[in-house]
């Protein structure tokens, strides 16, 4: 066989074994190394699953991955994920949809503390889906809010979705956690936006919440200065240099310590169930990254992205119709396979087109964030679906899913507003 039948031989095989329930990072392991060794030789093989092992390991930016972890699991511990709900709640939830925005505000300001989607969506599930439901909000929108609240925790740095592209692809994760500030602020105005048009038509999706003072609102505000002050050290240092993105995650694990500790929430049983969690998490990314390496290389050696990006430039087609087709393929993997696993999956496939066409690196990056974003609150995979309707059982998935379906249409017009406006990307990275 040829280098490109071989390729698409492996593609049609990885796609089997994830079918047939292989994890994503073992199928992509397996089937690069017996691809590599069939085109180059067993030896050759083995040699360059050696060569990614060490690399892998000795990856000064794979720091970021436990320390960042570890600080989300510790600030977890700590309750920050009710303070910042009760603090959102005092502010918005007077208005008409109040407690789904302040759903929101709280997702955004827990992702910036977590770094994960699930996460995000499985601790507001329990903090805020119950007091929805006490204000006899509808169970779609209350439910909607929370699921499509977790998506924020992908663009929100420190992103593990930023982290995972910049080590696929050799992009500054610095630049990519940058990046993500001002779209993830704009997704969360854009979702308030939502449910304050839902709460128009229907005004009784959304009542009104309890009001309160201003001295109040300005009291609750004590409650999350800690963690305010950490992400601002945390980010603030990573734009200006004064730190890594790796040196940056340190600074946040020994901040959210000092948070937990004054707190006084962090009792040798949370530290132990943080550090089994962080190492939990950080050995399933380590396979998915390990086995997306060994796939880059035997992709690499088909020709495949080569052959993509001759047959598109002889096309004639824009690199902007290419560039839609390309998040478009997104939204159909979406329907089959989580976020991580469509990244993984086609990031060496595409990124050599996307940068051949002239789109900078950290732009396609969060495009292809946002897209896998979307694919968490669209069926039937939704993973942050699958996730709430695990919290509250008694929530058909039907329901969720047509909750989460004005906040898919919110994310089509973002994602626009990005595309055509690439600056609202690029400005914080350059700077």
């Known amino acids: 066989m040829t280098p490109v039948v071989t390729g698409f031989v492996g593609l049609i095989g990885l796609f089997s074994l994830i079918a047939f329930g292989m994890p994503i990072g073992f199928a992509m392991g397996l089937v690069g190394f017996l691809g590599f060794a069939y085109l180059i030789s067993f030896h050759a ?130 630049k990519m956690f940058a990046a993500g500030i001002i779209p993830g602020i704009l997704l969360a105005l854009f979702y308030m936006v939502t449910i304050a048009l839902v709460c128009r038509i229907n005004p009784n999706a959304g009542p009104r919440g309890p009001k309160y003072s201003l001295r109040e609102k300005l009291v609750s505000l004590k409650k999350t200065g800690e963690v305010i002050v950490l992400f601002m050290l945390v980010m603030g240092g990573i734009l200006l240099g004064w730190f890594t993105p790796t040196e940056a995650g340190a600074m946040g694990a020994f901040g959210a310590i000092i948070v937990a500790s004054l707190r006084r929430r962090l009792n040798w049983k949370a530290l132990q169930e943080a550090i089994y969690s962080t190492l939990k998490t950080t050995g399933m990314i380590f396979g998915i990254l390990f086995g997306a390496l060994v796939f880059n290389s035997f992709i690499t050696v088909t020709n495949i992205p080569l052959n993509i990006v001759g047959f598109v430039t002889e096309s004639g087609f824009s690199p902007f119709v290419v560039l839609l087709l390309i998040l478009s393929v997104y939204l159909v993997l979406g329907m089959v396979l989580d976020a991580s696993a469509m990244m993984t999956l086609t990031i060496p496939l595409f990124f050599p087109l996307v940068t051949n066409l002239g789109f900078d690196a950290v732009l396609f990056g969060v495009l292809v964030v946002r897209m896998t974003e979307i694919a968490l609150i669209t069926p039937p995979v939704g993973m942050n679906v699958y996730v709430l309707s695990g919290i509250a059982p008694d929530i058909p998935l039907t329901k969720i899913f047509k909750g989460t379906l004005p906040f898919v249409m919110a994310d089509a017009l973002h994602v626009a507003l990005l595309l055509a406006f690439p600056i609202l990307v690029l400005w914080l990275p350059s700077l």
Do not use: Q
Request: charged share 10%; proline share 3%; hydrophobic share 50%.
């Open 45 to 174: 093989a083995i040699i360059k699953v050696g060569v990614v092992t060490f690399d892998l390991s000795t990856n000064y930016a794979i720091g970021t991955v436990p320390l960042f972890l570890f600080m989300a699991h510790i600030l977890f511990a700590s309750g920050i994920g009710r303070d910042l709900y009760d603090v959102a709640a005092c502010w918005l939830g007077r208005r008409r949809g109040g407690l789904a925005m302040a759903t929101i505000g709280a997702s955004s300001g827990f992702a910036a503390a977590s770094a994960s989607s699930i996460a995000t969506t499985a601790t507001m599930g329990l903090v805020a889906l119950p007091e929805m439901r006490k204000h006899n909000y509808d169970v779609s929108l209350a439910s909607g809010s929370v699921a499509a609240g977790g998506t924020i925790g992908s663009l929100i740095p420190p992103s593990g979705m930023f982290i995972i592209y910049g080590i696929l692809t050799e992009t500054s994760i610095g």
